[in-house]
């Protein structure tokens, strides 16, 4: 079993910057990609950023050239760094990874954090 956890999210003003971290704990042998997402309410559930094991990142249009995302595959750990904050980038923000455990893939989501872009 595969276990995420977030931390970073809070209260930023319009304009300011946050960034987030997701770590993965367990039996993991390999992490292939690694992601973001984020939901509003009464929203589905959205791809932010993504990015593989070998470090090539995909972003939602929404984000392009504000956030960056990066990760650190000696601790399987995530980065998201968002600058620009604008108030419609309020949302719960969801850490996921994909990849092989004891044998057999996995796809593991963390709770979230909560993100509010507001003055």
């Known amino acids: 079993q595969v276990q995420l956890v977030e931390s970073g999210g809070g209260l930023v003003q319009p304009g300011g910057s946050l960034r987030l971290s997701c770590a993965a704990s367990?039996?993991?042998?390999?992490?292939?990609?690694m992601g973001w997402y984020r939901q509003a309410p009464g929203k589905q559930r959205e791809l932010v950023a993504t990015?593989?094991?070998?470090?090539?990142?995909n972003y939602a249009d929404s984000v392009t050239g504000r956030f960056t995302i990066s990760r650190d595959n000696a601790k399987n750990t995530v980065y998201l760094q968002m600058n620009s904050l604008k108030r419609e980038d309020t949302s719960v923000y969801y850490c996921?990874?994909?990849?092989?455990?004891?044998?057999?893939?996995?796809?593991?989501w963390g709770r979230g954090t909560q993100v509010t872009v507001s003055s």
């Open positions: 996921k990874a994909d990849g092989w455990s004891r044998g057999l893939p996995f796809g593991s």
């Open positions: 367990g039996s993991i042998f390999k992490i292939d990609a």
């Open positions: 990015i593989t094991s070998g470090n090539n990142t």
